[in-house]
């Protein structure tokens, strides 16, 4: 099976941007479909992104469209997310997730392999 370690989080001022990355080990990332989700005190896990095994399809929440964009290397088994014009109410622990599913899903337990997660604060 695929381990995942999320890196790149931090403490970032309202409309900077920070990069995530997801390095998979265990498994070849290309088997998988990818998604970031984030959970933020007190609140359920949420969808953020969501990318197809080759890279070519993405899928983003509502809330985080035109400003975040997830991609793939996957000739370095790693998964990104960029992050830009963050707002304050962007501040959770975001997680890296894998899926073997043969189609998008945004629901978190579609995500049998998870990462630790990593934690973005956005200060006003």
């Known amino acids: 099976q695929v381990q995942l370690v999320e890196s790149g989080g931090g403490l970032v001022q309202a409309g900077g941007s920070l990069r995530l990355s997801c390095a998979a080990s265990?498994?070849?990332?290309?088997?998988?479909?990818m998604g970031w989700f984030r959970q933020a005190p007190g609140k359920e896990r949420e969808f953020v992104a969501a990318?197809?095994?080759?890279?070519?399809?993405?899928y983003y929440a509502d809330s985080v469209k035109s400003r975040f964009t997830i991609s793939r290397d996957n000739a370095k088994n790693t998964l990104y997310l960029q992050m830009n014009s963050l707002k304050p109410e962007d501040t959770a622990v975001y997680y890296c997730?894998?899926?073997?599913?043969?189609?998008?899903?945004?629901?978190?337990?579609?995500?049998?392999?998870w990462g630790q997660g990593t934690q973005v604060t956005v200060s006003s």
């Open positions: 997730a894998a899926s073997t599913l043969s189609r998008y899903s945004d629901y978190a337990n579609a995500y049998p392999y």
């Open positions: 265990g498994r070849t990332l290309s088997t998988y479909r």
């Open positions: 990318i197809s095994g080759t890279g070519i399809m993405t």
